[in-house]
């Protein structure tokens, strides 16, 4: 098994959706059960996040009819976005992001930052 960590604006998703400059792809080769495959996700999540305050999601690509690494992400956190289509493979785009993206202030009448 094997684990790569790539900018997103420079691998291989970078015309694949709207990437920052800040994504993270998570690349797992390999077969991992589900609750190792888990707890590598939510570690990782946690080592890019505290590596670099701004980074905007971690991208996780797993296989489109890869049911049960896509279970495994999802129980930690992770939300699926977008399939795509990649010369070599069909994948199922999956991300976690940190609090500071995900929050919404709902004061629809007061503009950030005023």
């Known amino acids: 098994m ?3 960590l790539e900018r997103c604006a420079t691998g291989r998703l970078r015309h694949t959706y ?5 994504d993270v792809e998570v690349r797992v080769t390999g077969t991992l059960p589900g609750p190792l495959l888990a ?3 939510n570690a990782l999540f946690a080592a ?3 590596a670099d305050p701004y980074s905007r ?9 890869g049911c ?27 991300v976690a992001e ?3 993206v995900t929050a919404v202030d ?7 930052g005023t």
């Open 2 to 4: 094997t684990v790569e």
């Open 18 to 22: 709207p990437v920052h400059s800040h």
């Open 39 to 41: 707890d590598l996700l």
């Open 48 to 50: 890019v996040e505290a």
């Open 57 to 65: 999601r971690l991208v996780f690509a797993a296989s489109a009819d």
């Open 68 to 94: 049960n690494a896509i279970a495994a992400a999802e129980s930690v956190g992770f939300r699926s976005v977008v399939d795509i289509d990649l010369p070599d493979a069909r994948l199922s785009l999956l």
């Open 98 to 100: 940190p609090n500071w």
């Open 106 to 112: 709902m004061d629809l009448d007061h503009v950030p």
